[in-house]
T-cell receptor, first 115, second 113 residues
Framework: GESVGLHLPTLSVQEGDNSIINCAYS??????FIWYKQESGKGPQFIID?????DKRQGQRVTVLLNKTVKHLSLQIAATQPGDSAVYFC??????????????FGQGTILTVHP | NAGVTQTPKFQVLKTGQSMTLQCAQD?????MSWYRQDPGMGLRLIHY???????DQGEVPNGYNVSRSTTEDFPLRLLSAAPSQTSVYFC????????????FGNGTRLTVT
């Protein structure tokens, strides 16, 4: 079946740098995308989401960009901090309505922030 | 407000044993679901429920049963555990209305020997 994938399984950055985590999706019918952060021993934590009628959405230190033409999603973290070290997952919802919660997750990217 | 609570945190089973993973949420969310997470893979949906008395299968339902007798609770049952069910299990919930994000519990790490 179709799935969400990530270009880079690991990313190492220096504290204070900006981080960009990429995600490719294959289903053009997907209408909702989410980024989660998962720290060791914990469940995924919601970071930011975006709907397919938007190209960009900003939160606190995070920005999600959606390029529907090439089916690409990215998460930008500004001024990365050691506390940002975690696994980051993108997920897509392939249809609206009652299937909003049936998310399909990517494999994840490990972000390591060096002090 | 505890959010989504999963018990136990860790469990070791022998092949063929049965057990129930508990999940409770106190946010009055209609939607609840179970995912499993295996090394190097994203989360995969096992079963989900859109309300009390209603359940449906996800991507990997074989070997698991669920029921939803109340809005708060959504237990996952393994009737006869197999080594292939060694995984970390996450329960999640959200509101029915709109594309609200899933709220996850902290998981149950299950080992089947």
């Amino acid at each position: 079946g179709e799935s969400v994938g990530l270009h880079l399984p690991t990313l190492s950055v220096q504290e204070g740098d900006n981080s960009i985590i990429n995600c490719a999706y294959s289903n053009s019918a997907s209408d909702y995308f989410i980024w989660y952060k998962q720290e060791s021993g914990k469940g995924p934590q919601f970071i930011i989401d975006i709907r397919s009628n938007m190209d960009k959405r900003q939160g606190q230190r995070v920005t999600v960009l959606l390029n529907k033409t090439v089916k690409h999603l990215s998460l930008q973290i500004a001024a990365t901090q050691p506390g940002d070290s975690a696994v980051y997952f993108c997920a897509e919802n392939r249809a609206g309505g009652t299937s909003y919660g049936k998310l399909t997750f990517g494999q994840g990217t490990i972000l390591t922030v060096h002090p | 407000n505890a959010g989504v609570t999963q018990t136990p945190k860790f469990q070791v089973l022998k092949t063929g044993q049965s057990m129930t993973l508990q999940c409770a949420q106190d946010m009055n969310h209609e939607y609840m679901s179970w995912y499993r997470q295996d090394p190097g893979m994203g989360l995969r949906l096992i079963h989900y429920s859109v309300g009390a008395g209603i359940t449906d299968q996800g991507e990997v339902p074989n070997g698991y049963n669920v029921s939803r007798s109340t809005t708060e609770d959504f237990p996952l049952r393994l009737l006869s555990a197999a080594p292939s069910q060694t995984s970390v299990y996450f329960c999640a919930s959200t509101q029915i209305v709109g594309n609200s994000p899933l709220h996850f519990g902290n998981g149950t790490r299950l080992t089947v020997t």
